[in-house]
Nanobody
Framework: QVQLVESGGGLVQPGGSLRLSCAASGSISSIYVMGWYRQAPGKQRNVVATIFNYGRTDYADSVKGRFTISRDNAKNTVYLQMNSLTPEDTAVYYC????????WGQGTQVTVSA
């Protein structure tokens, strides 16, 4: 079983940046894929970015060029660097680990507003 704890959310002005962190309870080096998802009020949860243990990364079209996902296996942590934020990025962001089944963190709120 994998426990995930997100942090780093908050309130930021449009054009600002945030870095989210997802700390796992154990080693992530063998986890094939981890990712960040987000869910805005009244909408379904959608993938934002994924990272595989061999280095491949994928991004939703809406965040390409603005967001960067990375993983530090030594710290058992996955990051999401978010730049040039817009109000449309406002959502609860969830960390995901796929290890036979999906594991989720509790989520961290990101609000982009002037």
């Amino acid at each position: 079983q994998v426990q995930l704890v997100e942090s780093g959310g908050g309130l930021v002005q449009p054009g600002g940046s945030l870095r989210l962190s997802c700390a796992a309870s154990g080693s992530i080096s063998s986890i094939y894929v981890m990712g960040w998802y987000r869910q805005a009020p009244g909408k379904q949860r959608n993938v934002v970015a994924t990272i595989f243990n061999y280095g491949r990364t994928d991004y939703a079209d809406s965040v390409k060029g603005r967001f960067t996902i990375s993983r530090d296996n030594a710290k058992n942590t996955v990051y999401l660097q978010m730049n040039s934020l817009t109000p449309e990025d406002t959502a609860v962001y969830y960390c995901n680990a796929h290890v036979g089944e999906d594991y989720w963190g509790q989520g961290t709120q990101v609000t982009v507003s002037a």
